[in-house]
């Protein structure tokens, strides 16, 4: 099981934060890798269950389903469901949490999925570097800062 974590810190208010990456079908709003995104069967994007189709800038399609949002903890948990990775079930979590002493937010982005292991390494950096951190680096540019 190949494993992935990367964290962050931005510089806004976790609130803040959290409303520009809550919504499951809002990632084109905010992740520079994804051109268009919308939820199938036309559910609520908050609903448990609601899968996301979207396309990358690039053209691939990716369809994943939430499997768990709290906006108490500021968390979003989800599976992908197809992928042009040559990866298999894989299930991540996004995380926000408050940093008190300067009103800014620590971010946390996980996964983990099973892979031929020759492949791991590249889509261990895939994910970390270019999806992940991608993601960070975009929502620090957003409020401010990075």
């Given at each position: 099981m190949a494993r992935v974590y990367t964290s962050s810190v931005i510089n806004a208010a976790a609130a803040r934060v959290w409303e520009r990456v809550r919504g499951f079908?809002?990632?084109p709003r905010w992740h520079p890798l994804i051109r268009d995104s919308r939820i199938e069967d036309a559910?609520?994007?908050?609903?448990?269950?609601c899968i996301r189709n979207f396309n990358l800038q690039n053209g691939d399609n990716i369809r994943e389903q939430l499997l768990g949002l709290s906006d108490y903890d500021m968390f979003c948990t989800y599976s992908?469901?197809?992928s042009p990775?040559?990866?298999?079930?894989?299930?991540?979590?996004l995380r926000l949490t408050p940093i008190t002493e300067t009103d800014g937010t620590f971010a946390e982005w996980s996964a983990e999925f099973s892979c031929d292991p020759a492949d791991e390494d590249d889509l261990v950096?895939?994910?970390g570097t270019d999806v992940f951190q991608g993601g960070f680096d975009a929502l620090k540019r957003q409020f401010g800062g990075g």
């Open positions: 079908n809002d990632l559910l609520p994007a908050d609903k448990v269950g992908i469901l197809i990775m040559p990866l298999e079930d894989y299930i991540a979590t950096n895939l994910v």
